[in-house]
């Protein structure tokens, strides 16, 4: 039979425990804290159930994806345009590109296939209803 009366603090954590740690996937030990940031956003950002053991390897190959990509993006984005001038940075500033967007193609890649991309998350209709709903700039015919 139940207890009458408001719960206790220590009965209401007891039973709100469980619905408190959901087991989401924790990162692995050897990924880096920029890794890890990524991991955690993205795990965070799904249901507790999206991602298991078996989804491990994509994951960790996706941070590092994405952490790489960024790593580059800084570097492009430090590159003065004087060395440019030069056949070795122009040819480091192409190498540079060509990383990116090798790194890039290959985070696009998985996240299609850990289903986290907006396409594979929105429902088609909902999307073109939202789409349609806009609000759009008048004609130059119907402006008073």
């Known amino acids: 039979m139940a207890q009458r009366g408001r719960k206790s603090l220590a009965a209401t954590s007891a039973v709100s425990l469980p619905a408190l740690a959901e087991s989401r996937l924790q990162p692995s030990l050897h990924l880096s804290d920029p890794e890890i940031n990524v991991w955690v956003r993205l795990v965070n950002d799904n249901p507790a159930s999206s991602f298991t053991e078996t989804h491990r390897d994509m994951l960790e190959m996706y941070c590092r994806h994405v952490v790489q990509a960024r790593l580059l993006t800084t570097q ?26 090798r790194e890039v193609r290959s985070a696009s890649s998985l996240a299609t296939r850990l289903r986290i991309t907006r396409q594979a998350t929105a429902d088609p209709k909902t999307v073109g209803r939202a789409h349609n709903n806009l609000a759009r700039e008048k004609k130059p015919w ?3």
């Open 76 to 101: 492009i984005e430090e590159f003065e345009l004087e060395w440019l001038a030069r056949d070795d940075g122009l040819k480091r500033y192409d190498k540079l590109l060509t990383m990116r967007e």
């Open 142 to 144: 119907e402006i008073d």
